[in-house]
């Protein structure tokens, strides 16, 4: 008799390996027994976390996945507190980089000053303030009268700073502009409206990210822009990469009694009674072999991202007979490409233009968008880049990208789970070549002043089962009553979904973890994690 699993988990990214871990942890410290189970479709833990270690550069991981986190992520930084993991800062802003836009090449230091800056910009913000922060000026110039109505707040810049997550959605859900409401109107086309479109295209092209203005609303794309990229936030990283995080949180999982089984894709999820007359779930795993299995569970949870789940097969009764219950919830989100090339040179030309101990970035309009100085070896010199596309529909990049989806997985399945490398993601020539030349225009250099790389990766994030690197609300929607019906999309379905789509900080592991947070609470009986040990408990 097929043995019944108390909770299945599908997904070992940062969500689904949270879930676990917090599962067992609780029943542990009730001594309840509960039997967890993570099926997990590739041969590694952490999904859009992938930090490798470049060839012959030493004390460095590159983050082709996410990279960054800040002070204000509680879950991210108690975690790598209670796991003791060391962090460094990221630099972000470093005023002589460069910003290469429109053909013209200028410090980063000269984007504020409107003299210098390539854009027709109206008077009123052609001034040092105004153009540091743009997305907050918008805000100030077209939320003021919400903030006043709603919450009797008078909105300025100082002010802005202190709204909270809390008075942002108050905001988003009573506020107007021009009489409609803020989650009905684009965040690009109040931006347009309240800055002028000059300022606008300034805005997105020095950031470096095409896809934040993209597809929601006012209501969610404020809080985002501006908690997440604001000029004066610090950004911190794991310096032994981001993959330690979901690595540390896989052996505690599976010191805790957590099953996690690599290399077995969940395929189909259907409604079952089980032998105690209880509504379960019973689903179907594919091995890397091809081996089939069927496992019933008491609960099961989705840790997935909205292509992750739309690959699934469509039957079963969250894609049959209540389809219209789920899927405007499943396509309340959007994937965005996000696409990074990291290339290695045995000496650090850039710094004829940058300076010695380049570090930041420099953007630019050409297709490469950001690049980040990621690493000099002091000792000999060696230097890697990052270059990150926050992209378009269909990415420049992606195009190029002649690697077949199957061929990583292939090549994946033969190493040790964990161990990420570089080779696995090994750039195609066209893109290699691609991005040096531009990172040579970028810098004003001829090719004869410097060498071509000796060694390239990239990963795109539209490949499936990921469909993108982050997601965004679509417009028009109530994203948090979204968020919240999601979490458990029908009532009689013991299924659970969580992760980054779905929640109020896309392209965050916070996301990830407060919408795995969100679910263990309201439907799984635990308190807040804030309300245990356990982010202070660990050695
Ligand atoms: C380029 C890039 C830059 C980013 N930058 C940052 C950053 O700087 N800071 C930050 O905090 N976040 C960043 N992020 C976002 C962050 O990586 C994600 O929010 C987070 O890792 C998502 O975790 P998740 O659990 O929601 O989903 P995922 O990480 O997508 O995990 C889903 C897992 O499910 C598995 N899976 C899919 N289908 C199946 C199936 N059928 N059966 C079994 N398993 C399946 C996948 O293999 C994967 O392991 C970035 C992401 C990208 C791509």
């Not at 795109?460 to 690197?469: E, I, L, T, V």
């Amino acid at each position: 008799m097929t043995q019944v699993i108390d909770i299945a988990i599908v997904g070992a990214g940062m969500s689904g390996l949270y879930s676990a871990w917090r599962l067992k942890a609780d029943a542990a410290a009730h001594q309840r027994p509960l039997t967890v189970a993570v099926f997990e479709g590739s041969e590694r833990v952490g999904g859009r976390l992938l930090s490798v270690k470049p060839p012959f550069v030493n004390d460095t991981f590159v983050e082709l996945g996410g990279m960054r986190f800040t002070a204000t992520q509680h879950l991210v930084c108690g975690l790598t507190k209670a796991f003791g993991l060391q962090t460094g800062v990221l630099a972000d802003a470093n005023p002589s980089n460069i910003a290469y836009l429109r053909g013209q090449r200028l410090t980063k230091g000269e984007l504020t000053d409107p003299e210098r800056i390539p854009y027709v910009i109206d008077e009123s913000l052609r001034n040092p303030e105004s153009l540091q922060d743009l997305m907050a000026v918008a805000a100030v110039r077209a939320l003021a009268p919400s903030f006043k109505l709603v919450l009797d707040i008078d909105l300025t810049l100082d002010t802005l700073k202190q709204v909270t997550a809390a008075q942002w959605r108050a905001v988003g859900e009573r506020g107007t502009f021009e009489g409609k409401p803020l989650y009905e109107t684009p965040l690009h086309y109040l931006l347009v409206r309240t800055l002028g479109h000059g300022a606008v295209q300034f805005l997105q092209d020095s950031l470096g990210y095409d896809s934040v203005l993209w597809t929601w609303s006012a209501a969610d794309g404020f809080p985002f822009n501006l908690s997440d990229f604001g000029s004066d936030i610090t950004h911190f990283h794991l310096i032994d990469g981001f993959s330690a995080l979901p690595r540390r949180l896989h052996e505690e999982a599976v010191a805790l009694g957590v099953d996690v089984q690599l290399s077995t894709r969940v395929r189909s999820v259907h409604d079952v009674v089980l032998a105690d007359g209880t509504a379960g779930v019973a689903f179907t795993t594919v091995k890397s072999d091809g081996q089939e299995t069927r496992h019933l569970a008491r609960q099961l949870i989705l840790a997935l991202p909205r292509r992750a789940i739309e690959l699934l097969d469509r039957t079963g009764p969250l894609f049959e007979s209540r389809a219209s219950v789920f899927r405007p919830l499943l396509e309340a989100v959007s994937p965005i490409p996000l696409f990074k090339i990291a290339l290695c040179y045995e000496h650090c030309w850039w710094e004829a233009v940058v300076g010695a101990g380049s570090h930041g970035k420099s953007v630019t309009d050409m297709p490469m968008r950001q690049v980040y100085y990621w690493k000099v070896n002091p000792d000999d010199q060696q230097g890697v880049v990052l270059i990150y596309d926050g992209g378009l529909a269909k990415s420049y990049w992606e195009q190029l990208d002649h690697i077949e989806p199957n061929k990583v997985q292939s090549k994946l399945a033969h190493r040790r789970p964990g161990v990420e490398m570089w080779a696995d993601y090994a750039a195609p020539a066209r893109i290699i070549f691609e991005a040096h030349r531009q990172l040579l225009e970028l810098h004003g250099m001829h090719e004869s002043q410097a060498p071509a790389p000796f060694a390239a990766a990239c990963m795109s994030w539209s490949r499936d089962p990921f469909g993108g690197g982050a997601h965004f609300w679509n417009m028009g929607l109530r994203s948090h009553e979204v968020a919240e019906k999601i979490l458990q999309p029908l009532p009689e379905l013991p299924v659970y979904i969580c992760g980054e789509a779905w929640s109020h900080d896309q392209g965050w592991v916070e996301g990830a973890l407060a919408t795995a947070e969100a679910m263990l609470t309201r439907h799984f009986g635990l308190s807040s994690v804030l309300d245990t040990d356990l982010l202070s408990a660990h050695p």
